[in-house]
């Protein structure tokens, strides 16, 4: 196999784990609240990221407050934010339309550098925006009420959120590597939703299937997911990776065809055919401009 295959894959399958969270979520919305599902989340991942941690004798580096700052706030809006607007969303949404609207992440971050990073803005940039708009905007047209239209503004409250975190990433002086940083993300977010968890125990024993969704969450795409992202985002460039997260709403809406029964309806399909349109629009390379 390439080196570029080799990439390849392991970033798709980590993507693949990426639109499973949609499906996660939406079995644990209405059974666990979102804070203590959350938390729940985490305090699964945890022990298992510590282990990989201890076997693979990294050590933690000497950090100041301002550091520990930005992790906290990376924490609070990628880990908490993300999750717990998710599965609120998914209250009011079928799993199909949450997975258009995660798509637009790429879209949403590459705006987020420019409005706030000040990063120079390319025509492809503003394509990939409408483009992203327009698949969103095409899940919000089909919505029966009021209800529908609380999910499409919570869920990309969820995509808002995780460009945030990519945002503070870039604000690390020196960026941590990346299994402390998983390591990190997963034990101040368990510290963050755990105060809110608290006050969201249920009087009974939630659904079988929401716990099974909570432990699949915790383990394959926050322990699994981050191995695989990084094992093949290092053999990749940025342009192909950002193409590859495509690979993300497809699953999404396939899987909440295949195991959810919903019905995908051509309003989807044109929504996410916009969403992919944007991704690949964002991942063509800018043409340099000619010098005089």
Known sequence: MSSRMAGYLPVSLAMMTVGSTVIASKLIAGHLPAFLATALRFAVAMPFLCALVIFRHQRWPRLNRREWGLLLLQAGTGSVGYTTLLISGLNYLPAADAGVIIGTLPAVSALFSVTVLGERPHGKLIASVLLATVGVVAVAWTGPGPASLSGVLL??????????????????????????????????????????????LPSALPATAAMVAVVWYALIPTVGGFLLWYAGAARVSGSEAATLTAVAPLTAVALAAFFLGERIGVTQVFGIAAVILAILTLALPVRAQARL
């Open 155 to 200: 869920i990309p409250g969820a995509v808002v959120c995780e460009s945030a975190f990519i945002l503070l990433s870039k604000r690390m002086p020196v960026p941590l590597p990346p299994l402390l940083q998983a390591t990190a993300m997963t034990g101040l977010g368990l510290l963050v939703s755990l105060p809110f968890a608290v006050f969201e």
